[in-house]
């Protein structure tokens, strides 16, 4: 099946630093992809959604200027946590949906990131 | 608003079945989404239905009723390796995948 991979795995850095996350789609283009942040037994909760060449869309309650977020190619979109605080500590998924497949097709997910923010 | 509801936690043996249900309310509907996710891993995909009946795929069946706002995950033959959250997903009539909180399952010997 087709493959999303997320870098880095996980990442532990200092409060007021900002972290960047990546997300490829390694063997299919994805025109839209999703980011999601996920607290401890909870589920998924989409922060937003990337469009590549194109601005973001956030979802309500996600801050834009402190989630960057940017979709440069049809394979790779980055999320950066800005001066990030211990709050902002969490999982954080990736999916992508293969262009072409239509808004219902299979997303594909990354293996998600882990954000300890000291 | 939009709900999707799904109980919070299940407990069954080795072998046996189990049926997770999920309702939702949504607006609109353009299918329903399974997604088993282990701990500490990102989810991965079990079934899409969109119109109603069941779906088999190996041990693993899926049920919709689009009158009733009712769906299941059917689990055959459990294993220990079936230990883990099962999320329920609806897109919505905007194409908006709403997701359920996840039901943790739980596969004792």
């Known amino acids: 099946g087709a493959v999303v991979s997320q870098h880095p795995s996980w990442v532990i850095c200092k409060s007021g630093t900002s972290v960047k996350i990546e997300c490829r789609s390694l063997?299919?283009?994805?025109?839209?992809m999703f980011w999601y942040r996920q607290f401890p037994k909870q589920s998924l909760m989409l922060m937003a959604t990337?469009?590549?060449?194109?601005?973001?869309?956030?979802e309500q309650g996600v801050e834009k200027d402190k989630f960057l977020i940017n979709h440069a190619s049809l394979t790779l979109s980055t999320l950066t946590v800005t001066s990030a605080h211990p709050e902002d500590s969490s999982f954080y998924i990736c999916?992508?949906?293969?262009?072409?497949?239509?808004?219902?097709?299979?997303?594909?997910f990354g293996e998600g990131s882990r954000l300890t923010v000291l | 608003g939009q709900n999707i509801d799904q109980p919070t936690e299940m407990t069954a043996t080795e072998g046996a079945i189990v049926q997770i249900n999920c309702t939702y309310q949504?607006?609109?509907?353009?299918?329903l989404f399974w997604y088993q996710q282990h701990a500490g891993e990102a989810p991965t995909f079990l079934s899409y239905?969109?119109l109603d009946g069941l779906e088999e795929k190996g041990r693993f069946s899926s049920f919709l009723s689009r009158s009733k706002g009712y769906s299941y995950l059917l689990l055959k033959e459990l294993q220990m390796k079936d230990s883990a959250s099962y999320l329920c997903a609806v897109l919505d009539s905007n194409y908006q995948l709403i997701w359920g909180a996840g039901t943790k399952l739980i596969i004792k010997p």
């Open positions: 990337s469009n590549e060449g194109s601005k973001a869309t956030y």
């Open positions: 063997d299919f283009q994805a025109t839209t």
């Open positions: 949504t607006s609109g509907f353009n299918g």
């Open positions: 999916s992508a949906r293969p262009s072409g497949s239509g808004d219902t097709g299979e997303l594909f």
């Open positions: 239905n969109v």
